[in-house]
């Protein structure tokens, strides 16, 4: 694997773990606002959520090189 297919990798790994996070401890606004949806998060920690997402992502990308350096997997066509 090379780097920009790891980098590749790394990103839809990093977006589909973030589309699992996204929903968890999400709890919506007592008061709604003008102007906002009532059932909009009131603190939705994206920050947080997008930081854990990418220590996620870096563990399931190494899991993903070894799984392809073990041979289990090839790539590769014969």
Not at 19 to 27: A, E, W
Not at 46 to 57: D, N
Request: proline share 5%; net charge positive.
């Amino acid at each position: 694997m090379n780097w920009a297919s790891a980098v590749l990798v790394y990103v839809v790994l990093w977006w589909l773990v973030l589309f699992c996070m996204l929903p968890i401890g999400i709890r919506p606004a007592e008061e709604g606002h003008l102007g906002h949806d009532a059932g909009a998060p009131s603190n939705p920690r994206l920050g947080l959520k997008a930081l854990i997402t990418s220590g996620i992502a870096a563990i399931l990308l190494l899991l993903f090189y070894l799984l392809i350096h073990s041979g289990l997997i090839s790539l590769r066509q014969n």
